[in-house]
């Protein structure tokens, strides 16, 4: 589902998980959600963060692991690792959601958290991790030049 650029998942914010390990989803996120979504969402595991996708956009993924990541060698483990992870959550009244003990732990995700929009889906990021991948990815700018200049961007 293509989303238009007047709903995406943009910018970051840093947030507190409550006693009970419930993040307030910000109210520009929960407004495309409520636009163009719905708010169920899956959480999942990924590298170095939890991703956070619409339900829409974890099915689209779904069948692209489904149709096309039989063919990649070796893609059971990665396929394995991140269907591991799955957790089904919906907003609550407050526009939080619940994050499961098990992806919290696996994260290092205590208390500080950084929510970063990716467009179609969002992270959430232990707050110390998240400053660290900032500075490696500054550090290894340039790496992304090429990229850039390939996309008309540079």
Known sequence: M???PEHRFRSRSEHSLDSKGRL??????REVLRTVYTEHLIVTNWQKSLKVFPITEWEILEEKLLKEGRMQPGFGDFVRYVISGVT???LDKQGRILLP????TEFSIEKEVVLNG???HFEIWDKESWAEETQRTRAN?????QGLSSLGIL
């Open 2 to 4: 293509g989303i238009g």
């Open 24 to 29: 307030n989803i910000p109210t520009r996120f």
């Open 88 to 90: 089904e959550c919906q």
């Open 101 to 104: 003990v098990s992806l919290r």
């Open 118 to 120: 990716m467009l179609d």
């Open 141 to 145: 700018f340039h790496n992304f030049e």
